[in-house]
Nanobody, 125 residues
Framework: QVQLVESGGGLVQAGGSLRLSCVAS????????MGWFRQAPGKEREFVGS????????YYAESMKGRFTISRDNAKNTVYLQIHSLRPEDTAVYYC??????????????????WGQGTQVTVSS
């Protein structure tokens, strides 16, 4: 059974930074990617970016390029989401997800069969 556990969220002032973590367990992830999404109140879950475990290649939503950085530590089965220059509009619950199949579409929430519990990020102005 795949398990994903996020951590690292919190309350931060605008302009600050946070690093979120997602620890994955339960299967071999070598040929898969992991995605980060966020969901603000009353809005749909939004793709932030993804990373392929084996190569470290990242892919970001256009609107997320520049302030969001995804990385991974294969030895720890952990992916990270670093967010810089936080804005109040970044306030959301942030989720990591794992897809059903390696070749699924990375930016589509429907590709993801497994989700963590989410970690709340709140940015004050």
């Amino acid at each position: 059974q795949v398990q994903l556990v996020e951590s690292g969220g919190g309350l931060v002032q605008a302009g600050g930074s946070l690093r979120l973590s997602c620890v994955a367990s339960g299967r071999t992830f070598t040929n898969y990617f992991m995605g980060w999404f966020r969901q603000a109140p009353g809005k749909e879950r939004e793709f932030v970016g993804s990373i392929t475990w084996s190569t470290g290649i990242t892919y970001y939503a256009e609107s997320m390029k520049g302030r969001f950085t995804i990385s991974r530590d294969n030895a720890k089965n952990t992916v990270y989401l670093q967010i810089h220059s936080l804005r109040p509009e970044d306030t959301a619950v942030y989720y990591c997800g794992a897809p059903r199949y390696p070749g699924d579409i990375q930016y589509a929430a429907s590709s993801y069969a497994y989700w963590g519990q989410g970690t709340q990020v709140t940015v004050s102005s």
